[in-house]
């Protein structure tokens, strides 16, 4: 999501991953997102709850659909988790998401505080 929050100049020389940012860029190849979500998770199912844990999508047991890249409770109520997720689009656009197994506890998808650039 670096290029929809100004954190890569497409007119600069040269960066880090350039060219995978710039073969993104140019030819709509961007297929997974950064995403937002969150969960109320049982005791049992906190160890889903650390990064690096897989995501399934309803439509498809035998395949990740993403993962998670950070987990944290959130303070008032220790059962909710906040995650930031590495997702499919196609994944996020219909359907459930669970996290861990495919039938693991379902993540309610958030919105970011920022708009994505169509790309």
């Known amino acids: ?11 600069k020389g040269c960066y880090p991953g350039q060219e995978i940012v710039a073969r993104s860029q140019y030819r709509g190849a961007v297929k997974r997102r950064l995403q937002l979500a969150s969960s109320n998770l049982s005791a049992s ?9 897989e995501l399934f999508h309803e439509s ?5 659909c993403g993962m998670v890249v950070l987990a944290a409770t959130k303070p008032e109520n220790a059962d909710q988790m906040d995650f930031q997720i590495e997702c499919k689009l196609d994944a996020l656009e219909t359907g459930e998401i669970h996290l861990g197994m495919p039938t693991g506890p379902v993540l309610k998808i958030g ?6 650039l169509e790309i």
């Open 60 to 64: 498809d047991s035998t395949q990740p």
């Open 45 to 53: 199912a906190l160890d889903f709850a650390k990064p690096g844990v």
């Open 1 to 11: 999501n670096f290029e929809s929050v100004a954190g890569v100049d497409f007119k």
């Open 111 to 116: 919105t970011l505080p920022y708009p994505l």
